[in-house]
C-alpha cells in the first residue's frame, strides 16, 4: 500500500514538473512588439472591413463576387474584433491560472473566432477565385459559372458558415473537457500544453494545413490560368486603353496571390510540422523553442484581414469592369450582324 502511494506522489510530483516546464513567460515579444503590431491591425482592419462590407452592400447589381466579398469582409472583421483577447492573453496570459474563468473565456473566443474566421475566409476566396476562373477563362462553362449566381453564392456562403461551425465547436468542446487540465493549480494559461492542445487538436490542426495547402494549389492554378489568359489577350490587337487596362489586373492578380501566400503558408506549414510532432511526443521543449515563431506567423494570418479588403475590392472592380466590356463588345458585334 505504501509503495502504491509513493508511485501516486511521484507521478504528481512529475505531473507538476512537466506543467511547469511547459509555462511560458510572457518576454518582450509577447509584451511589447505583439501587442503593438496587433493593435495596427484592429485600427485598420475593424475601420477598412468595416468600409469595404458598407461600400458592397450599396451596388445595385449583386453578382456572386460581392456575395462571396462581403461574407470575406464580415469574416475578417469579425477576426479584427477578436483580436484584443489574444493581445490580453500575450500580455497576461502567464498570469492567470489555467483554471480560472478568465483563462477560459479568453481561450474559448481566441479558439473560436479565429479558426472560424480563417476557415470561413479561405473557403470565401476559393469561391472568388473559381468565380474569376470561370468569368475569365471559361465563361461558356455552365457549371463553373454557377459560382457567380447570385443565388448560388448566397446559399454556398450560408452553408459554409454553418458546416464550418459544426467541428469547430465539436474540437472547441473536447478541447476543454479533455484538454484542459481545470485540476491543476500550477499550470498557468499561458501554457505550451494548453496552448497548442493534445492528440486530437493536433490532427485537426495537420488536417486543416493540408487541406489549406490543396486551396492553395487551387488558387495557384486558377490565378496563373487568369494571368496566362489575359497576357495571352493583350498580344493581341487591342485598344491601348483596354491594354493598360489588362495589365493592371495582372499585377493585381500577382498583389493578391503574393498577399495570401505570404500571410497563411509560413503558418500551415509550421501547424504540419509542430503537429506532427506532437503526435510522436508529448514532450513541450522542442514547442518552446519554436512558439516564438507560431506567434510572428499567427500575426501574419490576422494581417490578411487588413489586405483583404484592399486587394480583393480592387481585383473583383477590375474583373467587373472586364467582364462588363466583354459583354458590350458581344452586344456590339450582334446588334452589326443582325442590322448588315
Known amino acids: 500500500m505504501a509503495t502504491e502511494i509513493n508511485k501516486l506522489m511521484n507521478t504528481l510530483v512529475n505531473l507538476t ?51 462571396y466579398l462581403m461574407n470575406l469582409a464580415m469574416a475578417d472583421l469579425i477576426s479584427c474584433l477578436a483580436l484584443p483577447f489574444r493581445a490580453a492573453l500575450l500580455l497576461m496570459g502567464d498570469t492567470w491560472k489555467e483554471s480560472s474563468p478568465t483563462c477560459t473565456i479568453v481561450m474559448i473566443i481566441i479558439n473560436f473566432s479565429f479558426y472560424y474566421t480563417v476557415s470561413c475566409s479561405t473557403i470565401f476566396l476559393a469561391f472568388i477565385s473559381i468565380s474569376r476562373y470561370a468569368m475569365i477563362v471559361k465563361p461558356n462553362n455552365r457549371q463553373l459559372n454557377k459560382f457567380y449566381d447570385t443565388s448560388f453564392a448566397r446559399l454556398a456562403c450560408a452553408i459554409t458558415w454553418i458546416t464550418t461551425a459544426i467541428p469547430l465547436l465539436s ?3 473536447n478541447y476543454f473537457i479533455k484538454e484542459v487540465n481545470f485540476n491543476n493549480v500550477d499550470s498557468v494559461c499561458y501554457n505550451m500544453q494548453l496552448q497548442y492542445g493534445k492528440a486530437v487538436s493536433a490532427n485537426a490542426f495537420v488536417t486543416v494545413a493540408v487541406m489549406f495547402l490543396i486551396i492553395l494549389a487551387m488558387f495557384a492554378f486558377s490565378y496563373a490560368s487568369i494571368a496566362l489568359h489575359l497576357c495571352t489577350v493583350r498580344r493581341k490587337r487591342i485598344s491601348q486603353h483596354n491594354r493598360v487596362i489588362h495589365i493592371r489586373a495582372q499585377m493585381i492578380i500577382i498583389a493578391a496571390m503574393t498577399g495570401f501566400i505570404v500571410c497563411h503558408l509560413p503558418y500551415h506549414i509550421y501547424q504540419i510540422v509542430t503537429g506532427l510532432l506532437r503526435l510522436k511526443s508529448d514532450n513541450c521543449h522542442h514547442l518552446l523553442e519554436t512558439h516564438p515563431v507560431k506567434l510572428i506567423t499567427l500575426w501574419f494570418v490576422s494581417l490578411s484581414s487588413c489586405l483583404n479588403p484592399i486587394l480583393y475590392f480592387l481585383l473583383s472592380k477590375s474583373f467587373v469592369e472586364n467582364r462588363s466590356r466583354r459583354r458590350t463588345t458581344s452586344k456590339k458585334k450582334l446588334t452589326s450582324e443582325i442590322t448588315s
Not at 516546464?21 to 472591413?49: D, H, K, M, Q, W
Request: charged share 15%; glycine share 6%; aromatic share 8%.
Open 17 to 67: 514538473n512537466i506543467s511547469q516546464e511547459c509555462n511560458l513567460t510572457a518576454g518582450r515579444l509577447e509584451r511589447v512588439v505583439l501587442p503593438i503590431l496587433y493593435s495596427v491591425i484592429i485600427f485598420v482592419g475593424v475601420p477598412a472591413n468595416f468600409m469595404a462590407l458598407w461600400m458592397l452592400l450599396q451596388h445595385d447589381r449583386k453578382h456572386g463576387i460581392l456575395i
Open 171 to 173: 474540437l472547441n468542446i
